[in-house]
């Protein structure tokens, strides 16, 4: 096992849980998006798919855990190389060589990170731990988006997730090894078409809830 201590205390193996655990999430987030889009079918289309979702029972539960568990070794791995990137180089560089240069989702990765760790605690609340026993999900989620204030955070923290995938995407395919010069156009290119999917995908639910319901 010493083997695998030194490698998860090095950098690299740092960056490689940093790498698994986020594409799991964009796994994940594919799948959310995926049975998120049954809202354009209406209310029966929608809570029939959480209904499938939590006939699951223990299935779903174990799936959970094991979200909880990436999350926490995802965030916690991902602020330790924060830091340590911090302590390593306090003064900035003013041109930074990297390959692909710096965007602005690379640069803000840490802050995205953690809005995102604020907008799950903030998303959980409002819809998976929501009372449904006099209601559906659906109009949980319509009542929600029927306020500005509402609509005004989820799209904005939508352009933060995809701005943190777009930049996560690339990056987990650099640590992987895809860094090849000639892949790079195809890994930038899918990495910004994650990037969008994900922002304009579920951004544009909560206008359209509002504006249809
Ligand atoms: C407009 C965008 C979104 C909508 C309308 C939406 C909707 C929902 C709903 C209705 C649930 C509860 C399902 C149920 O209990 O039946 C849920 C759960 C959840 N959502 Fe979202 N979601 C959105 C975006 C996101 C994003 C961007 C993330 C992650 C960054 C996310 C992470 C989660 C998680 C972790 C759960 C709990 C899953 C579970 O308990 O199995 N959601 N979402």
Same mark, same amino acid.
């Given at each position: 096992m010493n083997w695998l201590t030194a490698?998860?205390?090095? @950098?690299?193996?740092?960056?490689?849980?940093?790498?698994?655990?986020?594409?799991?999430?964009? /796994?994940?987030?594919?799948?959310?998006?995926?049975?998120?889009?049954?809202?354009?079918? /209406?209310?029966?289309?929608?809570?029939?798919?959480?209904e499938k979702l939590h006939s699951l029972g223990p299935l779903l539960k174990v799936f959970e855990v094991g979200l909880i568990g990436f999350a926490a070794v995802h965030i916690l791995t991902g602020l330790w190389l924060f830091l340590q990137n911090r302590k390593a180089r306090p003064v900035r560089y003013t041109l930074d060589t990297s390959p692909g240069g710096r965007t602005l989702s690379s640069r803000t990765m840490p802050y995205t990170g953690l809005i995102i760790l604020a907008f799950v605690a903030f998303h959980l609340t409002n819809f998976t731990f929501a009372d449904k026993t006099r209601t559906t999900i659906f109009e949980i989620v319509s009542a929600a988006f029927s306020s500005p204030i509402y609509i005004g955070i989820y799209v904005?923290?939508?352009?933060?997730?995809?701005?943190?995938?777009?930049?996560?995407?690339? @990056?987990?395919?650099?640590?992987?090894?895809?860094?090849?010069?000639?892949?790079?156009?195809?890994?930038?290119?899918? @990495?910004?078409?994650? /990037?969008?999917?994900? /922002?304009?995908?579920?951004?544009?639910?909560?206008?359209?809830? @509002?504006?249809?319901?």
């Open positions: 490698a998860l205390g090095a @950098s690299v193996g740092k960056k490689l849980m940093m790498a698994l655990t986020g594409l799991a999430f964009t /796994g994940f987030l594919a799948g959310h998006l995926a049975g998120n889009l049954t809202i354009y079918g /209406g209310k029966a289309a929608f809570n029939g798919y959480a904005a923290a939508m352009i933060v997730v995809g701005l943190h995938v777009r930049h996560g995407f690339w @990056s987990a395919f650099q640590t992987l090894g895809a860094n090849h010069p000639k892949l790079m156009p195809t890994i930038s290119a899918l @990495s910004v078409a994650a /990037g969008l999917i994900v /922002g304009f995908g579920f951004g544009l639910l909560p206008i359209f809830i @509002s504006l249809r319901y």
